[in-house]
């Protein structure tokens, strides 16, 4: 039995050195990553049993995703390896100011994308205390949203990112889908730029949340408000970070996931909402301290960050 599995495609990321361009690269780093799998790297690293389904190519590349993700201490063994297939990827230029950081996927005929929900084993995620899925996989096409509603019909609890691509479907299809979901969420996080995008909603955080609680009754729920902090909705309460962290941005990307990982690891341990949302913060602004998509943290580190020090202010 895990705490946590989840359901997503890893890409091959490939990064322009900053500040050099896309059309001005001569080398590119490479790094993995994918929203569910970032999540379920964070959580095992900080002490979570945790699995990850998908699919990966039959080639070296998929055997080093796995190899990579198997040594954050993930469980692999439900990845089905496709013959003849090929990882998607994505491409990264990191912006300087006014300079914005810019995204280049390649995703068209991934091993991933050959995944049906007829093929997999639900097992781990029927017997697991929690699974967590985002709108990414959902916006992924008929089997993309297929392996999302599988989840809500096998899971006993789900959590729930809306991480809207504009890339890949309208912000109406993200709103329908979720509003089909929504009521059997348990954790629903979302970034205020996405509640007025995808559901037109604008007005002060207490506001949002209060109309995002009628979409989503039985779900604790989380607004990412990016440099001003998050606010979280519980059973009517709403919380926000007792805790700010002055943070030397090494790499942005992948900080939403990690504030999802830290927020349901807390959870899953039985902490209450206070120091969820703490902790939270916490993993986030120790993954913005790192290189890649996933954050690369110990159970220690969190404790160290929230113990206080010089940049810490409550």
């Given at each position: 039995?895990?705490?946590?599995?989840?359901?997503?495609?890893?890409?091959?990321?490939?990064?322009?050195?900053?500040?050099?361009?896309?059309?001005?690269?001569?080398?590119?780093?490479?790094?993995?990553?994918?929203?569910?799998?970032?999540?379920?790297?964070?959580?095992?690293?900080?002490?979570?049993?945790?699995?990850?389904?998908?699919?990966?190519?039959?080639?070296?590349?998929?055997?080093?995703?796995?190899?990579?993700?198997?040594?954050?201490?993930?469980?692999?063994?439900?990845?089905?390896?496709?013959?003849?297939?090929?990882?998607?990827?994505?491409?990264?230029?990191?912006?300087?100011?006014?300079?914005?950081?810019?995204?280049?996927?390649?995703?068209?005929?991934?091993?991933?994308?050959?995944?049906?929900?007829?093929?997999?084993?639900?097992?781990?995620?029927?017997?697991?205390?929690?699974?967590?899925?985002t709108g990414v996989t959902a916006a992924l096409g008929d089997n993309g949203r297929a392996l999302v509603r599988r989840v809500f019909q096998e899971a006993t609890e789900v959590s729930f990112d809306l991480n809207y691509r504009a890339a890949l479907w309208s912000a109406e299809d993200s709103k329908q889908f979720a509003l089909s979901v929504l009521p059997r969420v348990r954790y629903f996080?979302?970034?205020?730029?996405?509640?007025?995008?995808?559901?037109?909603?604008?007005?002060?955080?207490?506001?949002?949340?209060?109309?995002?609680?009628?979409?989503?009754?039985?779900?604790?729920?989380?607004?990412?408000?990016?440099?001003?902090?998050?606010?979280?909705?519980?059973?009517?309460?709403?919380?926000?970070?007792?805790?700010?962290?002055?943070?030397?941005?090494?790499?942005?990307?992948?900080?939403?996931?990690?504030?999802?990982?830290?927020?349901?690891?807390?959870?899953?341990?039985?902490?209450?909402?206070?120091?969820?949302?703490?902790?939270?913060?916490?993993?986030?602004?120790?993954?913005?301290?790192?290189?890649?998509?996933?954050?690369?943290?110990?159970?220690?580190?969190?404790?160290?960050?929230?113990?206080?020090?010089?940049?810490?202010?409550?």
């Amino acid at each position: 039995m895990h705490d946590l599995v989840t359901v997503g495609e890893v890409l091959l990321r490939l990064s322009v050195p900053s500040p050099g361009r896309f059309e001005t690269a001569h080398h590119l780093d490479v790094q993995f990553g994918g929203a569910e799998a970032n999540v379920a790297a964070a959580c095992a690293r900080l002490g979570l049993r945790t699995a990850w389904l998908s699919a990966v190519p039959d080639n070296d590349w998929g055997e080093r995703v796995l190899r990579e993700l198997s040594a954050h201490g993930i469980d692999c063994s439900f990845v089905i390896s496709f013959p003849g297939s090929r990882l998607g990827l994505y491409f990264l230029e990191y912006g300087v100011r006014p300079r914005p950081i810019r995204v280049l996927y390649d995703r068209r005929d991934s091993a991933f994308s050959r995944l049906t929900a007829d093929i997999i084993d639900w097992a781990p995620v029927r017997h697991a205390s929690l699974v967590h899925v985002t709108g990414v996989t959902a916006a992924l096409g008929d089997n993309g949203r297929a392996l999302v509603r599988r989840v809500f019909q096998e899971a006993t609890e789900v959590s729930f990112d809306l991480n809207y691509r504009a890339a890949l479907w309208s912000a109406e299809d993200s709103k329908q889908f979720a509003l089909s979901v929504l009521p059997r969420v348990r954790y629903f996080f979302l970034g205020q730029t996405e509640a007025e995008t995808v559901f037109g909603m604008t007005g002060s955080p207490e506001m949002i949340l209060s109309s995002l609680s009628e979409m989503a009754p039985n779900a604790t729920i989380a607004l990412l408000r990016g440099a001003q902090g998050s606010s979280v909705y519980d059973r009517g309460e709403i919380y926000q970070p007792k805790v700010q962290h002055s943070i030397n941005v090494v790499d942005p990307i992948g900080a939403g996931d990690a504030y999802v990982a830290g927020y349901l690891w807390a959870s899953l341990q039985g902490r209450g909402t206070q120091d969820a949302i703490d902790i939270a913060a916490t993993v986030a602004a120790l993954k913005c301290s790192t290189w890649g998509d996933i954050a690369v943290i110990r159970e220690q580190d969190v404790i160290d960050a929230l113990a206080g020090g010089p940049d810490v202010r409550r």
